[in-house]
C-alpha cells in the first residue's frame, strides 16, 4: 500500500514538474506590452488626505512622475495638490526640523514646473495650526471640498485621488 502512495506521489509530482514549462511559455493570455502614448500636458487636480510621511510620499512621487510626462511645461500644464488630512502637520513650521527632507522635496516640486500646494485652512485649524504656522509654499484655501468642486467645474481641472 505504501508503494502505491508513493508511485502515485512520482508520477503526479514528474508530470506537475513537466508541465511547468510548458505553461510558462504558453502565457494563455499573451503577454503585456507598453502602449505608445504620447500625453498632453493637462489641468490636474490631486485630492490629498493621507495618514503619514510615507503616503506623502507616494503622492509627491506620482505627481512628480506626471509633471515629467508633461515635460514640466508652464504655460500647457498645472498640477494643484489640495491638502486636507492628517499630512497638514508635516506642513507645519514647528515640525520642519522632522519632516526637512519631505519639506524640501516638496517645495523643489512648486519651483520646478507647474506644481502648487493648497491646503483647506479648515482642515488646518482642525489640527491646530493657523495659516502664519505653514510652510509659506503652501497657499491656505477656505474649504477643500469647494475648492476641488471650483477647480473642476470652473477651471476645468481632471481630479485625481
Known amino acids: 500500500m505504501r508503494t502505491s502512495y508513493l508511485t502515485s506521489f512520482i508520477v503526479l509530482a514528474c ?94 516640486l512648486t519651483v520646478a514646473g507647474p506644481i502648487e500646494f493648497r491646503m483647506c485652512r479648515v482642515a488646518a485649524k482642525g489640527h491646530g495650526f493657523e495659516p502664519h504656522e505653514i510652510h509659506g509654499f503652501v497657499k491656505l484655501v477656505p474649504m477643500a471640498d469647494a475648492e476641488l468642486v471650483r477647480l473642476q467645474r470652473e477651471e476645468g481641472y481632471a481630479y485625481m485621488r
Open 15 to 108: 508530470l506537475a514538474a513537466a508541465s511547468l514549462p510548458v505553461v510558462a511559455e504558453q502565457a494563455p493570455w499573451g503577454k503585456g506590452e507598453v502602449e505608445a502614448i504620447a500625453y498632453s500636458p493637462q489641468k490636474v487636480v490631486y485630492d490629498v488626505a493621507v495618514r503619514d510621511a510615507k503616503a506623502l510620499e507616494q503622492v509627491l512621487d506620482r505627481v512628480s512622475f506626471l509633471n515629467n510626462i508633461y515635460n514640466a511645461d508652464p504655460f500647457s500644464a498645472s498640477i494643484v495638490v489640495v491638502l486636507h488630512g492628517d499630512e497638514i502637520p508635516l506642513f507645519a513650521i514647528k515640525n520642519a526640523d522632522k519632516h526637512m527632507a519631505l519639506m524640501q522635496r516638496a517645495q523643489s
